[in-house]
């Protein structure tokens, strides 16, 4: 079986990116579909190569039962963009520097993953990095809800 490989992108790859990495990991393993699937974060920018994710997404996560401290942060690659399947932006910014670094021929698999949560009005998820925990708590919470809404897509 062809395993489905997805790639979730913010700007620096330290907090909502390897957020959604960890929480999508943790449905599938919760859901014993983690064979079915290769999952992978990264960020547009190279801030911060080889970082850790940010402590308070680690936090988050981990009151949360999800694990973020073996990911490391890279920037997207060329060979990304022919690699992945689904390539999933967390917000209009970073979905438009995807489109303007990638082939045309790849544009189909570039998606705003908010567009994935059911009854979502906005379609970005907003950068947590600046702001306070509450942030980190909502960050999270539209990333279970897209992950789960993505899941459901990606299985019909």
Do not use: W
């Not at 009151?63 to 073996?70: A, D, F, M, P």
């Not at 209009?92 to 990638?102: C, G, K, V």
């Not at 949560?117 to 906005?122: H, L, T």
């Amino acid at each position: 079986m062809k395993q489905i490989k997805v790639l979730f992108v913010c700007m620096g790859n330290i907090c909502r990116s390897p957020t959604a990495e960890g929480v999508f990991n943790k449905l599938l393993h919760d859901k014993k579909l983690s064979e079915r699937f290769i999952v992978d974060s990264a960020g547009t920018h190279a801030y911060h190569v080889g970082n850790e994710p940010d402590i308070r997404s680690q936090q988050t996560a981990k009151q949360r039962g999800v694990e973020l401290s073996t990911i490391r942060s890279r920037q997207v690659a060329d060979a990304d963009f022919a690699h992945f399947d689904y390539i999933l932006a967390m917000d209009s910014d970073n979905y438009q520097l995807l489109l303007n670094a990638s082939p045309s021929e790849q544009h189909h698999k570039i998606k705003l993953f908010l567009d994935f949560a059911s009854d979502r009005k906005e379609s970005d998820v907003p950068d947590p990095y600046y702001g306070g925990q509450n942030g980190f708590n909502d960050v999270f919470d539209l990333i279970d809800e897209a992950s789960q809404g993505f899941l459901d897509t990606v299985l019909k």
